[in-house]
């Protein structure tokens, strides 16, 4: 068995790629499994509505590739809120929120990666984070029923920017199917932000990370930073993650229309498993 395993973001590879050549992608540059995306996109919500002979499509795609699809991250909650004050907006938050369990399910993935946005394009208030709460809890014995993990990704606002403040969720609801799965290059800008240790805040989260993400960025810059350009200590992230007990870790990064896509890929892939491999 191996001692770890490293996801591929999907959104690397450029999108003119069908799923199963990203799984091929993938595989190429040496990956273990492929996170998809369902994003607040029409093309990538429309996932949500694929028929018993797509999904099963899918599930040989993964089967033939030797790539499983095994986490998810659902940005799809940036437009449609579970928080918002618009209750048709909330009513569509959680029928996505359901779908995405009912494929998740389908296709195997274990654990769906949260975005921890109360609202993202209204003001937040405390109406909006008592919505939050509410759907959440509903959320969670959703994801429970089918025994699918949901993880808090940090994100790059203020309302959930660390382990700490998701952790105050995760207390909140206390349930085993919902957890931490932080993002080091947004939890490294809000160390910087607040003036914190981002070792000591990642330690917040003991016991409740599923997984990380591993993204490169700078002061006040939260993606499309190459890897080993920016401030991100990977090495001390992975050994603290490591430490925690996480095993699951997944490159975080973008496809621009660059020409050497592949190559910041396999270079993602090789700079961090040399990290991991020091922790074995």
């Not at 191996?2 to 973001?9: C, D, F, N, P, V």
């Not at 609801?173 to 939890?187: A, E, K, R």
């Not at 490169?216 to 993650?241: C, N, Q, S, W």
């Amino acid at each position: 068995m191996k001692a770890y395993s490293i996801g591929l973001y999907e959104k690397a590879i450029p999108n003119n790629k069908s799923l199963r050549k990203k799984l091929l992608c993938a595989k190429e540059c040496g990956y273990d499994f492929l996170e998809i995306s369902i994003d607040e996109t029409d093309e990538k919500l429309s996932r949500l509505d694929w028929t018993l002979v797509q999904r099963r499509a899918l599930i040989d795609d993964m089967f033939e590739t030797g790539i499983p699809i095994r986490s998810m991250c659902l940005s799809g909650h940036r437009k449609y809120p579970i928080g918002s004050n618009d209750p048709n907006i909330r009513l569509r938050s959680m029928e996505i929120m359901e779908k995405a369990i009912d494929l998740a399910d389908d296709l195997g993935i274990r654990i769906i990666q949260l975005a921890g946005y109360d609202v993202y394009y209204e003001d937040g208030t405390e109406a909006t984070r008592a919505y939050f709460a509410e759907n959440l809890k509903t959320a969670t014995t959703m994801a429970a029923n089918k025994g699918i993990l949901l993880g808090f990704e940090t994100m790059e606002t203020a309302f959930m920017d660390t382990v700490g403040k998701s952790m105050d969720y995760v207390s909140m609801i206390d349930s085993p199917y919902l957890g931490v799965y932080p993002d080091g290059g947004n939890l490294t800008n809000a160390a910087k932000l607040y003036s914190i240790n981002v070792l000591d805040d990642i330690e917040l989260g003991r016991g409740h990370i599923f997984a990380m993400h591993l993204k490169e960025t700078k002061v006040g810059l939260y993606r499309d930073v190459p890897y080993m350009t920016g401030h991100v200590d990977f090495e001390a992230i992975i050994r603290k993650a490591w430490e925690l007990g996480v095993r699951r870790y997944v490159t975080e990064m973008w496809d621009n229309g660059q020409a050497d896509w592949k190559s910041h890929i396999k270079f993602a892939n090789k700079s961090i498993r040399e990290i991991l491999n020091r922790q074995i």
